[in-house]
T-cell receptor, first 115, second 112 residues
Framework: DTEVTQTPKHLVMGMTNKKSLKCEQHMGHRAMYWYKQKAKKPPELMFVYSYEKLSINESVPSRFSPECPNSSLLNLHLHALQPEDSALYLC??????????????FGSGTQLSVL | QKEVEQNSGPLSVPEGAIASLNCTYSDRVSQSFFWYRQYSGKSPELIMSIYSNGDKEDGRFTAQLNKASQYVSLLIRDSQPSDSATYLCAVGKGTNAGKSTFGDGTTLTVKP
């Protein structure tokens, strides 16, 4: 099983809503990532969890709150988002962060629209 | 100067031709190099990884790495219309931070 599963696939939310994005992998990977991707741009790293601990936060606004309940799950809690936060949110996993660099396996993404 | 630079394209080749995609990087301590393919509206998919100087072949794909020139390329032989996508080059430093830096991508169109 080489799959990273993300839900929901599409999400429309208002600026006062609270929602969560979910990500799951069963490959035994110990590093999990959240990326944000705008149209025709490369993925931008938001957060990295390594062995269930937050290891990188790329100065992401606090309206985005990551959570890693266990080694297979990664959530991204959203609150009071702005229209400019509309993007494709990608979850990825890799075996780990060390050594020769990670091969990333991406989920199918959540297309988020903030109204 | 961007850390990872790619020709934005679009690159257009006829079906059956060789498509050549190029990527340069600025940080000499980089140790790992990846090519991802992203179809429109889809997520990136890893297609090649390379760590040592030289060529690495996988089917119709060949990755080439030259660390002295800080250059990595992807060749697609016998290009097919299904290869039409954006190709992202990613470079990793192989440190404990472990994060890859992505180039802006090159859009490839293979014309039947």
């Amino acid at each position: 099983d080489t799959e990273v599963t993300q839900t929901p696939k599409h999400l429309v939310m208002g600026m006062t809503n609270k929602k969560s994005l979910k990500c799951e992998q069963h490959m035994g990977h110990r590093a999990m990532y959240w990326y944000k991707q705008k149209a025709k741009k490369p993925p931008e790293l938001m957060f990295v969890y390594s062995y269930e601990k937050l290891s990188i936060n790329e100065s992401v606004p606090s309206r985005f709150s990551p959570e890693c309940p266990n080694s297979s799950l990664l959530n991204l809690h959203l609150h009071a988002l702005q229209p400019e936060d509309s993007a494709l949110y990608l979850c990825a996993s890799s075996y780990d962060q060390t050594g020769r660099g990670e091969k990333l396996f991406f989920g199918s993404g959540t297309q988020l629209s903030v109204l | 100067q961007k850390e990872v630079e790619q020709n934005s394209g679009p690159l257009s080749v006829p079906e059956g031709a060789i498509a050549s995609l190029n990527c340069t990087y600025s940080d000499r301590v980089s140790q790992s190099f990846f090519w991802y393919r992203q179809y429109s509206g889809k997520s990136p998919e890893l297609i090649m990884s390379i760590y040592s100087n030289g060529d690495k072949e996988d089917g119709r794909f060949t990755a080439q790495l030259n660390k002295a020139s800080q250059y990595v390329s992807l060749l697609i032989r016998d290009s097919q219309p299904s290869d039409s996508a954006t190709y992202l080059c990613a470079v990793g430093k192989g440190t404990n931070a472990g994060k890859s830096t992505f180039g802006d991508g090159t859009t490839l169109t293979v014309k039947p």
